[in-house]
């Protein structure tokens, strides 16, 4: 009887959820890539799009934190903050951002196009505009960022904008204390995985200390 129960095909409906999908860390987007979406979504006059992608790049937040920001989360005054402070859903930790002069024009520009008010959801829903947009709107608008570009849409992810800004911080500056701050990490160790450092990345920090 086992033997017959191990002969049988595997049941068709239980498809792997990986099953054409490309997994493990997605990489963060070069400064060239940078530019080509923010540009394109320049030229398109998409606000919501620019003002979001700039954010998501400045703010290093996790997806799930960027989308529930509110207007009052980035502004003071009428006028878009230079830096910000949210606490994190995941770690219920506290972390600041910086938000550059381009973020927060488009910031601004977003939010007097839309009339948005101090409570309103930074990003609203489309369904729904008391409520925040989804984390999957978000990756969905991603997919058709890196798309236009001519990046594969499932080699990338929220992470990517995520892990962008905070790897070119650590490649200029080897700061990995700094790193850790911005990103929100309790520990060290998590930055280090997150970034994905190896050995190499260390020893080459290391020969350009003398003492």
């Given at each position: 009887?086992?033997?017959l129960?191990e002969?049988?095909p595997q ?8 099953r ?18 923010r ?5 398109a ?8 992608f ?7 937040l996790?997806?799930?934190d960027?989308?529930?920001l509110r207007v009052?989360?980035?502004t ?8 910000a402070?949210?606490?994190?859903h995941?770690t219920?930790?506290?972390v600041?951002?910086e938000?550059t002069e ?5 910031l ?8 948005l ?14 409520k ?18 001519g ?7 929220t992470h990517?904008l995520?892990?962008?800004k905070a790897?070119m ?6 700061n990995?204390?700094?790193?850790q701050?911005l990103?929100?990490?309790t ?9 994905g450092?190896?050995v ?6 290391s020969?350009q200390?003398e003492?």
């Amino acid at each position: 009887m086992h033997a017959l129960a191990e002969a049988r095909p595997q049941d068709q409906s239980r498809r792997p959820w990986n099953r054409g999908r490309l997994v493990g860390p997605k990489p963060p987007l070069k400064l060239k890539e940078i530019w080509a979406i923010r540009i394109r979504l320049q030229v398109a006059q998409r606000l919501r799009d620019l003002a979001l992608f700039n954010l998501a790049l400045d703010s290093k937040l996790r997806g799930c934190d960027l989308v529930h920001l509110r207007v009052a989360d980035v502004t003071l005054g009428g006028r878009v903050r230079s830096r910000a402070a949210v606490v994190q859903h995941k770690t219920g930790h506290p972390v600041q951002f910086e938000i550059t002069e381009q973020t927060r024009d488009a910031l601004e520009r977003w939010i007097h196009a839309h009339a948005l008010r101090s409570c309103d959801p930074l990003f609203p829903s489309r369904i729904d505009c008391a409520k925040s947009m989804s984390t999957r709107q978000y990756a969905r608008l991603l997919g058709s960022w890196v798309r236009a570009i001519g990046l594969d849409p499932l080699a990338y992810g929220t992470h990517s904008l995520r892990r962008t800004k905070a790897s070119m911080i650590y490649r200029r500056t080897g700061n990995l204390r700094a790193v850790q701050l911005l990103l929100g990490h309790t520990k060290v160790e998590s930055t280090v995985r997150y970034l994905g450092i190896e050995v190499e990345d260390a020893l080459s920090i290391s020969e350009q200390v003398e003492m």
